[in-house]
């Protein structure tokens, strides 16, 4: 599985580490996201869910002349997941778009985050050189598209990647980032080559529904397809407990 934290610790951090010393002495040493989400019925329309709201905090400390100063950056990732056709590996929720929020953090005017300034084929060599499950990344198109009201671009990729054993190809989408609050706003969606004909579409639908507010965890047990609880219900009768249990262990991670 594919280790989220990695790619985003550097993209919260890179460029605030050798300026620690100088930033704890302005008295910034401490910079926090707030966490974006989606509009319900946008998630709704596309049939994701949203599963988790986190918090990743990244502490760099930097070793001065006379002592240790250290920058703590606080970044939010909103996970939402979706169950899908995975080819060999079946129905699994292997669909992701997610939401990082990272800091913006300036001094006299000059930004120190420098996710800001990347475009999109920097951000995915983030994804690249961080995780050891998925390659190949190949630039396909890029196309406008309007995030919190703000026109920014949106490129697709193509990337090998492995899931639970197996190897699948997968459409990776990747966004500019735009302003949010005091924040820095990327979005990130992933899902197979199988189900672009309707993915790639939510995709921009997801992205044209971020909103700067997040609200609370979705009731819906995690089936990630848009069934109701009663549903849901239902087919864990008919297909029994284990296999719900199987699909929310596999999720793709990115």
């Known amino acids: 599985m594919m280790n989220r934290r990695t790619v985003l610790a550097g993209a919260g951090t890179a460029g605030l580490v050798g300026l620690s010393g100088c930033l704890g002495l302005a008295g910034l040493d401490e910079h926090a996201s707030s966490p974006a989400g989606v509009e319900r019925a946008i998630r709704d329309d596309t049939g994701y869910e949203q599963t988790e709201v986190e918090e990743i905090p990244i502490d760099e400390g930097v070793d001065l002349l006379l002592y240790e100063e250290s920058v703590t950056v606080l970044n939010h990732l909103t996970e939402h997941e979706k169950t899908v056709d995975m080819g060999p590996a079946g129905r699994q929720r292997g669909a992701v778009f997610l939401l990082l929020t990272t800091p913006q953090v300036s001094v006299a005017g000059q930004e120190f985050n420098p996710v800001g300034e990347m475009n999109?084929?920097?951000?995915v060599e983030l994804v690249e050189d961080n995780y050891d499950d998925i390659s190949n990344i190949t630039h396909e198109e890029d196309d406008d598209v309007s995030l919190l009201e703000q026109d920014t671009t949106?490129?697709?990729?193509?990337?090998?990647?492995?899931?639970?054993?197996?190897?699948?190809?997968?459409?990776?989408?990747?966004?500019?980032?735009?302003?949010?609050n005091d924040d820095l706003l990327i979005a990130i969606g992933v899902y197979p080559e199988y189900v672009?004909?309707?993915?790639?579409?939510?995709?921009?639908?997801?992205?044209?529904?971020?909103?700067?507010?997040?609200?609370e965890m979705d009731g819906d047990g995690g089936n990630g397809d848009g069934v109701d609880d009663d549903d849901a219900e239902s087919d864990d009768e008919s297909d029994g407990d284990d296999q719900e249990d199987d699909e929310d262990a596999d999720a793709i991670e990115i």
């Open 120 to 123: 999109t084929e920097e951000l």
């Open 154 to 180: 949106q490129s697709r990729f193509s990337a090998e990647a492995t899931f639970d054993g197996t190897d699948l190809d997968v459409y990776l989408h990747v966004t500019e980032a735009v302003e949010s």
């Open 196 to 215: 672009q004909a309707e993915e790639e579409a939510n995709v921009r639908s997801l992205i044209e529904g971020v909103i700067e507010d997040v609200d």
